[in-house]
């Protein structure tokens, strides 16, 4: 196994470019972290500026988690009319935040329209790969430095936390 990737988490940091037509190669860190043989995988609409790419299985048990809690909101809450907007607002935020899509040959994807303009980052651009743990994120260059001197300050704290179990 090679460093940075294991068989439950990715850690490591990447830089790479997308190519004219929007496509990234992924390191192989990463193409190993999803699976040598992974033919798909989900994107989603992280944060501004960032895209995360789950395992399908990984993202299907989140998805089913959200899924049955927010069904368990709505039989609860049917007849109080204004949970409504809030069941229907998380609904909707949910279905267009995610799409599978395809890995290709050498380990590619393409960014697909509608996450391309929420990534902020053009053709041919620069992108950096962040291994998250759980998933791998996709981040506009400058985003991910804002994101890291914002919250840095807090690492320590929530190294402290996550380490004590």
Known sequence: MQPGSHEEAI?????RTLDDRYRLALPPEVAQFL????TDAVLVKERDRCLSLWKPETWNQHFEKFA????RQI???????RRIPDVQRAARLLSARYR????GQRS???????????????????VAIIG??????????????AYLKT???????SFRNIAAG
């Open 75 to 81: 039989a609860d809450d049917i007849y109080e009319s």
């Open 68 to 71: 049955n809690n927010l069904k």
């Open 35 to 38: 699976g040598s043989d992974a």
């Open 151 to 157: 919250d840095l300050e807090f690492f320590n704290e």
């Open 11 to 15: 850690i490591g940091e990447f830089q």
């Open 100 to 103: 599978r899509i395809q890995i």
């Open 108 to 126: 590619r994807l393409l960014i697909p329209e509608g996450f391309r303009e929420f990534l902020s980052v053009a053709a041919n651009g620069e």
């Open 132 to 145: 998250a743990g759980v998933c791998v994120e996709i981040w506009h260059p400058e985003a991910w430095l």
